[in-house]
């Protein structure tokens, strides 16, 4: 698959814990943004690497952390969970800046019990 | 501020019957606005970007800065038409969805 990859599709897991996230982009993306949507709020946008480094800081909460390692797959960090972190988690690439057209995966699912 | 609104949550409309879904955004500077449209069991994906003056499955969207907004059109609906639709504005660094509409295409 050439396109976008995030594992795992499903992650059940209690309050307090940490989790992590892991995002493939597609092949000769550099840009990666990570997403949130949960039913109230729609698609929230957390943060964005380019090419290794931090480029854009969007609603992420502290508890939460990400990068993006050489070879360009990233991975959030979600820790100290809340019942209210549950949602589902986007990751998305682009060639390079945000106005270029993002290519979305399909998404983690995070329960929080 | 900076946002993009969607002021509808639900919409529904008949088969062939137009519809136009709305969207207004709040941006001090030039940015760059898309549809994105997610259907049943498929990825979000692009459906048209205002910098391209395209027509996607016969959906239209014109950038109007005096009243800021870009809302979708299209003529006659489709009932594949039916899925969520978001409007995105990305400035210099920065990205903002709206919180999308549902359409619903009644046949």
């Known amino acids: 698959d050439s396109g976008v990859t995030q594992t795992p599709k499903h992650l059940i897991t209690a309050t307090g814990q940490r989790v992590t996230l892991r995002c493939s982009p597609r092949?000769?993306?550099?840009?990666v943004y990570w997403y949130q949507q949960s039913l109230d709020q729609g698609l929230q946008f957390l943060i964005q690497?380019?090419?290794?480094?931090?480029?854009a800081k969007g609603n992420i909460l502290e508890r939460f952390s990400a990068q993006q390692f050489p070879d360009l797959h990233s991975e959030l960090n979600l820790s100290s969970l809340e019942l209210g972190d549950s949602a589902l988690y986007f990751c998305?690439?682009?060639?390079?800046?945000?106005?270029?057209?993002?290519?979305f995966g399909p998404g983690t699912r995070l329960t929080v019990l | 501020a900076q946002r993009v609104t969607q002021p509808e949550k639900l919409l529904s409309v008949f088969k062939g019957a137009p519809v136009e879904l709305k969207c207004n955004y709040s941006?001090?500077?030039?940015?760059?606005l898309f549809w994105y449209v997610q259907y049943s069991r498929q990825r979000l994906q692009l459906l048209l970007r205002?910098?391209s003056r395209e027509s996607i499955k016969g959906f239209t969207a014109d950038l109007n800065k005096g009243e800021t907004s870009f809302h979708l059109k299209k003529p006659f609906a489709q009932e594949e038409d039916s899925a969520m639709y978001y409007c995105?504005?990305?400035?210099?660094?920065?990205?903002?969805f709206g919180t999308g509409t549902r359409l619903t295409v009644i046949p």
């Open positions: 995105a504005l990305t400035g210099a660094n920065n990205l903002f």
């Open positions: 941006y001090s500077g030039s940015p760059e």
């Open positions: 205002h910098i």
């Open positions: 690497y380019y090419n290794g480094e931090e480029r």
């Open positions: 998305a690439s682009s060639v390079l800046a945000p106005y270029n057209e993002q290519f």
């Open positions: 092949s000769g993306d550099l840009s």
